[in-house]
Nanobody, 123 residues
Framework: QVQLVESGGGLVQAGGSLRLSCAASGRTNSGYTMAWFRQAPGKEREFVIGISWSGGSTYYADSVKGRFTISRDRLKNTMYLQMNSLQPEDTAVYYC????????????????WGQGTQVTVSS
């Protein structure tokens, strides 16, 4: 029912910036959370940042505080991730996810997932 499409991934040098987008379709209400996860080679998928669609409450992983920011456009049903001061350890496939309810960090709690977009940061 819900479709999530990420865009904006690519290759950047350390210290650079990138903005990811996630467009959602098929929803009937705004009582949900959207979030970004990432998965690096050989590692488990981890929570990065999330936002409550209606209230705007946010939750940040410690590793990205001060560097990444999340925002939303409710009219366009689109979420954005502004990534600044990128470092090689940020290299991963980034996934957009959606759940019904508040922001949580567990991957199992999210109902819908996008296909992922690759972010590669070179030294």
């Amino acid at each position: 029912q819900v479709q999530l499409v990420e865009s904006g991934g690519g290759l950047v040098q350390a210290g650079g910036s990138l903005r990811l987008s996630c467009a959602a379709s098929g929803r009937t209400n705004s009582g949900y959370t959207m979030a970004w996860f990432r998965q690096a080679p050989g590692k488990e998928r981890e929570f990065v940042i999330g936002i409550s669609w209606s209230g705007g409450s946010t939750y940040y992983a410690d590793s990205v505080k001060g560097r990444f920011t999340i925002s939303r456009d409710r009219l366009k049903n689109t979420m954005y991730l502004q990534m600044n001061s990128l470092q090689p350890e940020d290299t991963a496939v980034y996934y957009c996810a959606l759940r019904w309810g508040t922001v949580v960090v567990g991957t199992d709690r999210y109902n819908y997932w996008g296909q992922g977009t690759q972010v590669t940061v070179s030294s």
